[in-house]
Structures are given as structure tokens and as C-alpha cells.
């Protein structure tokens, strides 16, 4: 599902974002990319959107090798896979409905599916109730909802998350998470990038540790702590 | 593009439109204003033409012949005429007839009295294609001088005038109609722009989740043709009901310019109406299209 081959990204500043990366990811997995703050996980995430490009190195999504996709073949590209943000990233002029349907759209499906689907990935993120309403009326918790209704509904083989509970108290982060595992459980590969140490200890995942761009550490059912301090 | 397809591109267009309505209201007022004074100068340089169109079917050349020339010499004088390149007809006057002309044109025949016919000269009236091409029909008489030509009479400072006259105005009205329309290219870019990096985030959003450029493009686009559209219907509207009065004002007001015929207004308006919405939606269009641009490249 995803494969880097000695991936570097330096910024044009000189910063490393990822240095000599390699790693691979089979389709059905939940994996964690963990790391404290400039350890370069979303310099990784942005890499497999191929927002950025990288330095040296090869990376293959989907079949795909990144730097042989064409501007034009990019929106097929990113309809592949859903994505979410640590800010959520809604359009704020659409309501929870639009947000989502706008992603069918996008993929030129029927009205009628649009009208048939959206409700039930409402229903299932557990925001049926707020189909009609726009992204400031609603908490974070719902916010970050409503992007993983939008990140989903095109049923993607993949889900790229970059702290998607960096603006949610536990709790709601926790909700997220579970709806995030049950992704994964009908068949989704799921990426989450992440520096919540409850969160990781708690989901007992895959875990790949950077530290200062480099893989520290990568362990099956993990923990946080396992990366750093060894296991 | 699917009619559902362009329902929703035209939806988000008047959102568009809606949401930054003083931005949309600058840009209207801003193509209206420069639609409005190609619509007049339009309306201007219409009526000048017909004028000078007017003017010019009454400019001809005359060909005086010697009173020595025989039957046979006018026939075959007029016959050479006639082949001359650009002559369009070739009217024959006699000294007769002449002398009629003569007598119609004066309130009082007496002062002709005793003048005989004869006495006024036989003459050609030659109507050409186009003034353009009175100096070449000049030269070619000039070649036929020794068959008989007393003198050729033309107005030759008129057409010269008509000529330069009708030119500069085609010249100016089409550059002056060039320049404002890239000045409203440039304000609907700026204004456009403006709100196109105001859903830069946008933007951004819609190309994660797999949007194409033209998905993202046409409803900038249809807000620009709208624009157009609207800021040109306005002026020509305006143009077009006042067109009559205006002239009205100025056939009382002058009573010299009286006997002047304006053109009909709908001679005028089923060709500006048309090129000027077509000019609106293509500023529109072209300053949308500037403006995103630069923010489509994420
Ligand atoms: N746009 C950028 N330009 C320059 N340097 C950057 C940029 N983004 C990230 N970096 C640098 O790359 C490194 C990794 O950052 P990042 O991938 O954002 O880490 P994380 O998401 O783990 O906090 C840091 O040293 C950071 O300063
Ligand atoms: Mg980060």
C-alpha cells in the first residue's frame, strides 16, 4: 500500500524534514507515526499527498510512484485517499451535508447517490443531527467529524491523519480514535501521525517512531514509550 | 459539461457573487462605466459614418468636353470612361440638359436671357465605387485628356477631408474601445483576485480531497462572465432609451443640424448589443481567469 526507499526531504532552508526513510505499509494496516514536535511526521504526510516532493528517494501509494504522477493525474490521485487534519480543514461556507457531499461531487456521482449515501456516513460519525449545520456552529469534536465523513465517503483504500486529535480534549479524541479503528476494521488502511502518548499506549497498534527525521524504532502493538526507551 | 454539472458551477458562482457583493458591485460598476462610453462613442462614430456615408454619395467628378468634339468623339469619350477602373456609373449630360440645370438651380430664368443652350458645355458625371479611390480615377481621366476633355471639376479638398475625417474616428473609437477594455480587464483581475485569495484556504481544501483545476475554475469563471454580462447590459441599456431623446434635444436645440438624418436607433443597437455583451463576458472571463491563476499551483 506504501513503500519509501531512502526517502530525505530537506526544506529549501536547509531543514530535514524526514532523513534516508524507509519503510513499508500493507494494505489493512493501523499504523502510528509518532514523534515529538519536528520529528518530521508531517513532513511524511505531506510527502505521501505528494504536497512536497522529496529530495532523493522513491515513494510508491496505491501502485503509484509519486514522482511519475502529472499534475493532471493528481486529483485521481488524492480521491484515492481520504485525509484529515489536525484543523479540520472544512469549507466554511458549506454546511456538515455539503462538506461531505462535495467530495461525491467531486467524483462526478449521481444525485441520487449523493442523497443515499451522505446520510448514512453521517449516521455512522454520529452527526445526523447536524446535517444542516456550517462548520463554526459546531465543536471540534464534530468539526473533526465531519472531516472523516468527508475523508470516507468515497470509501478511499486509504486514510492519511495528521494529529487528528491535536485540538480535541481525551474524550472526544478517544471518539475520534474509535471511529478511526472501525474504519480500519472494514478494510481501510489507516496512517495516523500523532504525538498523543495516551492515545498510542491505549490502541496497542503498529508504532513507527521518528526521531529528528530518522525511524527510531518500528514495533508491532506498541507503545509510545516503547520507541523511545526501547523495548 | 452535465446539465447537473452546471447547475452546481453556476450555484457556487452566485454564492460567489453574493457573499462578496461589494466586491462583485466594484467590479459591475467598473465594467458598466467603461461599457458605457464604448456604447456612446460607439453611438457617436455610428452617426459620423452615416454622415459622411450621406456626404459622400453626393461627391462625383465632372468631365467638361470641348464644344469642338464631335457625336462620335463624346461616344466614344464616354465609352473610354466607362472601363476606367472604380467608375461605378457614367451619366451623360447634354447642353440642353445644362442649360435646364441651369435655369432650375436660379429663382429668376431672366438673367438668362439671350444665353443659348449651346452656350453651356457638355459634361460626364462620374460616380466611382468608393471616395477611396477618387485619386485613382483622377489619374486615369488625366491619361484621356487629348480626346476631348475641356477641364474636370472635382471636390477634391472634400473628399480629401471626408476621407481623413471618417479614418481618425475608426482609428480613435477602436483604440479608445482596445484601451478601456484592458482597463477593465485589470480592475476585474484585481477584484477578482482578491476574492479568489479569499478562498485561497478554499482552494486549497477542495484540491486534498481530489478537486481539478477546472472544477475549481468554472465557478470563477461564470462570477466573472456574470459580471460582465450584467455591467454590460446596464450601459446599453441606458444607452439605447436614451439614444432617441438625445436627439430630439439636439434637433430642437440646433435647429441648423435639422436637416442632418441620424441613424435609427435599431440600425445602431442590434450591432452594439450584441458585441457588447460578447466584449463584457470576454473582460469578464479574462480577468477571472488571470486572477486564478497564480492559486490554482498548491
Ligand atoms: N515548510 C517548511 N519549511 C522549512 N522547514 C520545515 C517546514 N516544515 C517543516 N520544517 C522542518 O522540518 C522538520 C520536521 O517538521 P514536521 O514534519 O512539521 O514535524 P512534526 O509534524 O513531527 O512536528 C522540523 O525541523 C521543521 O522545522
Ligand atoms: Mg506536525
Not at chain 1, 26 to 34: A, K, L, M
Not at chain 1, 154 to 171: A, F, K, S, Y
Not at chain 2, 261 to 289: D, K, M, N, Q, Y
Request: proline letters at 3%.
Amino acid at each position: 500500500m506504501i513503500k519509501l526507499t531512502d526517502v530525505t526531504k530537506v526544506y529549501e532552508n536547509g531543514a530535514r524534514g524526514i532523513d534516508n526513510v524507509s519503510l513499508s505499509i500493507e494494505p489493512g494496516e493501523f499504523v502510528f507515526i509518532v514523534g515529538t514536535s519536528g520529528s518530521g511526521k508531517s513532513t511524511m504526510v505531506r510527502l505521501l499527498l505528494k504536497e512536497l516532493e522529496p529530495t532523493s528517494g522513491k515513494i510508491v501509494v496505491n501502485g503509484a510512484e509519486l514522482s511519475k504522477l502529472t499534475r493532471k493525474q493528481m486529483p485521481d490521485y488524492r480521491r484515492k485517499m481520504g485525509v484529515v487534519f489536525q484543523d479540520f480543514k472544512l469549507l466554511r461556507n458549506k454546511t456538515v451535508y455539503d462538506n461531505v457531499a462535495f467530495a461525491m461531487q467531486i467524483v462526478r456521482a449521481s444525485n441520487r447517490e449523493i442523497r443515499r449515501t451522505v446520510p448514512q456516513v453521517l449516521a455512522m460519525v454520529g452527526l445526523a443531527k447536524k446535517a444542516r449545520a456550517y462548520p463554526n456552529q459546531l465543536s471540534g469534536g464534530e468539526q473533526q467529524r465531519t472531516a472523516l465523513a468527508r475523508a470516507i465517503v468515497n470509501q478511499p483504500p486509504l486514510l492519511l491523519c495528521d494529529e487528528p486529535t491535536g485540538n480535541l480534549d481525551p474524550e472526544t479524541a478517544w471518539e475520534i480514535m474509535h471511529l478511526l479503528e472501525n474504519i480500519n476494521i472494514n478494510g481501510t488502511t489507516v496512517v495516523v501521525a500523532t504525538h498523543a502518548k495516551d492515545i498510542v499506549d491505549g490502541m496497542r497498534k503498529r508504532v513507527i517512531g521518528l526521531s529528528n527525521g530518522i525511524i527510531a524504532k518500528d514495533i508491532e502493538k506498541g507503545s509510545y514509550d516503547d520507541v523511545y526507551l526501547g523495548v | 459539461m452535465s446539465f447537473r454539472r452546471s447547475r452546481y458551477f453556476l450555484g457556487e458562482a452566485f454564492r460567489g457573487l453574493i457573499r462578496n457583493r461589494l466586491m462583485s458591485f466594484a467590479s459591475v460598476l467598473t465594467v458598466a462605466s467603461c461599457i458605457l462610453i464604448v456604447s456612446v462613442f460607439y453611438a457617436l462614430v455610428a452617426n459620423i459614418d452615416f454622415f459622411l456615408q450621406q456626404l459622400e454619395g453626393g461627391i462625383s467628378i465632372t468631365v467638361i468636353i470641348y464644344n469642338d468634339v464631335d457625336a462620335a468623339g463624346v461616344i466614344n469619350l464616354g465609352e473610354q470612361i466607362r472601363t476606367i477602373e472604380y467608375v461605378s456609373d457614367v451619366h451623360y449630360v447634354s447642353h440642353q440638359q445644362a442649360f435646364e440645370i441651369a435655369m432650375e438651380a436660379f429663382e429668376d430664368p431672366e438673367i438668362f436671357y439671350g444665353i443659348l443652350p449651346e452656350n453651356f458645355p457638355r459634361s460626364f458625371n462620374i460616380e466611382i465605387v468608393d471616395i477611396q479611390y477618387h485619386d485613382t480615377v483622377l489619374a486615369a481621366l488625366s491619361s484621356l485628356s487629348n480626346m476631348g476633355i475641356e477641364r474636370v471639376m472635382h471636390a477634391q479638398n472634400v473628399v480629401r477631408m471626408v476621407t481623413t475625417v471618417s479614418n481618425m474616428v475608426r482609428w480613435i473609437s477602436g483604440s479608445l474601445i482596445f484601451v478601456l477594455a484592458g482597463v477593465s480587464i485589470i480592475i476585474i483581475t484585481n477584484t477578482i483576485r482578491i476574492t479568489v485569495s479569499a478562498r485561497q484556504v478554499e482552494i486549497n481544501i477542495m484540491k486534498y480531497v481530489g478537486a481539478t483545476d477546472w472544477f475549481i475554475r468554472w465557478p470563477f469563471l461564470i462570477e466573472g462572465i456574470l459580471i460582465g454580462v450584467i455591467g454590460s447590459l446596464l450601459p446599453v441599456i441606458i444607452v439605447w432609451s436614451g439614444y432617441a431623446q438625445v436627439i430630439r434635444i439636439v434637433q430642437e436645440g440646433m435647429p441648423l443640424v435639422e436637416f442632418i438624418e441620424f441613424r435609427p436607433g435599431h440600425e445602431i443597437f442590434i450591432i452594439l448589443f450584441p458585441f457588447v455583451i460578447f466584449l463584457g463576458a470576454l473582460i469578464g472571463i479574462i480577468g477571472s481567469g488571470a486572477s486564478i491563476r497564480r492559486h490554482l499551483h498548491v
